[in-house]
């Protein structure tokens, strides 16, 4: 659930963003494509920061000893 929760997040957060910047973008006579690498790109460093996060708080976490000898 968390996992497919994540993903819809994450996709509509890019798509919100690369609509804002394609809009932006193609009233100055640019191309779509800038918005959704930008898009993109804010999406993946979400997702980087939080990995960081995991891995983070994942060093502190300790076994319980009676549950090692069960």
């Not at 930008?38 to 076994?63: C, H, K, M, Y």
Request: cysteine-free; charged content about 10%.
């Amino acid at each position: 659930m968390a996992g497919a929760t994540g993903a819809a997040v994450m996709v509509a957060l890019m798509s919100r963003v690369a609509a804002g910047v394609a809009a932006g973008v193609t009233a100055q006579g640019g191309a779509p494509i800038d918005g959704i690498a930008q898009g993109t790109s804010l999406a993946f460093l979400i997702s980087a920061g939080l990995s960081v996060v995991t891995v983070v708080i994942s060093l502190f976490v300790r076994r319980n000893p009676a549950e090692v000898d069960a």
